[in-house]
């Protein structure tokens, strides 16, 4: 959802404002102005001054509209709110490996505070508390916590977090087990917008679907869309898809799970776990046509149709349960300046959101899980010109 554009409570009409002025001036000393008087230079900038401070009066009115507002301004205005402040950066986090030399007769200690990076360096993980490779074992498990916040920790793929930098006895060699996930930056004013009004449903305390929606949410700022729904009583699944169209990882699961199992979120009689989307398959395949004696060169074309093609693909992954809708890609294909467009697939395909099942019995619980397009193959054909 956009957020409003700025409102305008007074007019800062330049002509209307000196025509105002000029008014009051000539009822005033009982006299004409004419354009090109002295008197007119002074009531230009009179006028000035007035659209300035109504110009400043405008914005402050805005910065007292949520929708509206930027910044400490918005900041501000969340004390209204059930999300009361803008929530802080995040670190990742991943599953980590720690193998020993060989197996001991008693445990081996691995601090809370051992430190792991990759081959390069580039980021350090920490372990969040002392861990223990039990007697007779070759290896423990430890959650670690980047060190530096925000998405620059997320992805680091499994194995590749690899290095020591805090040995401990009998240390042999380390990796990650899962990949790292979960870290977010400070929300913008956009995503920070969304997160206040959504929170509104954070007051419900008997599990209500806006806020379990808006819980998981916290979670991360890379979170696009999330459907909580009850496949059976007594039952909550929850599904989450990210902002650039995958499903989450574990650790990102694992995150939302915790946010909506706390005691202040969770309804006491509500089994919370996860789920994942169904993801279904879908293919682009078009011809497009230029027309004859247009000024732009096919590069050009070319450029804006993969363009289109791209914004469609992200569009379309963006929501659960959003339909395949070819109507969009024709939508976003004739603002690039072709004349025409054959496309062949992808066909109109409608998805399920998951909410739907709310309404229903729970015989088929295969009903209550949502779908999300996924692109498949994209083939896009140069047709060449045609006349009009």
């Known amino acids: 959802m956009s957020r409003n554009t700025q409102h305008q409570f007074v007019s800062t009409d330049v002509e209307e404002v000196v025509s105002e002025v000029t008014t009051m001036y ?50 501000a205005l969340a004390e209204l709110c059930f999300e009361m402040a803008r929530p802080e950066a995040r670190p990742s986090g991943c599953t980590m490996r720690f193998y020993i030399s060989e197996p001991q007769e008693s445990a081996i200690l691995i601090p809370a505070g051992t430190r792991v990076t990759d081959k390069s360096g580039t980021m350090v993980w920490a372990t969040e508390e002392d861990t223990y490779v ?31 930098v805090d040995v401990f006895d009998y240390y042999l060699r380390c990796e990650n087990t899962t990949v790292s996930d979960g870290g977010s930056d400070v929300p913008t004013d956009d995503e920070f917008y969304e997160l206040m009004r959504a929170s509104m449903d954070g007051y419900s305390c008997a599990g209500s679907l ?26 909550v699944k929850i599904y989450v898809l990210m902002a650039d169209g995958t499903i989450a990882s574990e650790e990102l699961k694992a995150k939302v799970l915790e946010e909506c199992n706390a005691e202040r979120v969770r309804a006491f009689t509500d089994n919370v776990s996860m789920g994942d989307p169904e993801t279904v398959d879908y293919d682009i395949d078009l011809t497009y ?4 004696n247009t000024n732009a060169s096919q590069a050009e074309i070319r450029a804006a149709v993969e363009a289109a093609v791209q914004e469609y693909v992200r ?18 294909l ?28 729970f015989e088929d619980l295969s009903e209550t899980v949502p779908q999300v397009a996924k692109l498949n193959t994209s083939k896009l054909v140069n047709g060449g010109y045609e006349d009009e």
């Open 26 to 75: 000539e009822a005033i000393m009982h006299t004409t102005v004419r354009p090109a008087d002295p008197e007119m230079l002074f009531i230009r900038w009179v006028s000035s001054v007035i659209v300035q401070e109504r110009t400043l009066t405008n914005y402050a009115g805005n910065q007292n509209v949520p929708s509206r507002a930027e910044g400490e301004n918005l900041d």
């Open 134 to 164: 039990n007697i007779g074992g070759s290896y423990a498990d430890a959650h670690v916590t980047c060190q530096t916040v925000g998405l620059a920790g997320n992805g680091y793929a499994i194995g590749q977090i690899d290095t020591v």
């Open 210 to 235: 806006g806020g379990y929606a808006y819980f998981a949410k916290r979670a991360s700022t890379e979170i696009a869309d999330v459907v909580p729904n009850s496949p059976s009583p007594g039952v």
């Open 289 to 292: 046509y230029v027309q004859e």
């Open 315 to 332: 569009w379309q992954c963006g929501k659960l349960g959003r339909d395949i809708n070819p109507s969009k890609l024709y939508h976003l």
């Open 334 to 361: 004739m603002g690039t300046g072709i004349k025409r467009v054959d496309l062949r697939s992808p066909v109109f395909t409608p998805l399920r959101d998951g909410k739907l099942a709310l309404a229903k019995t």
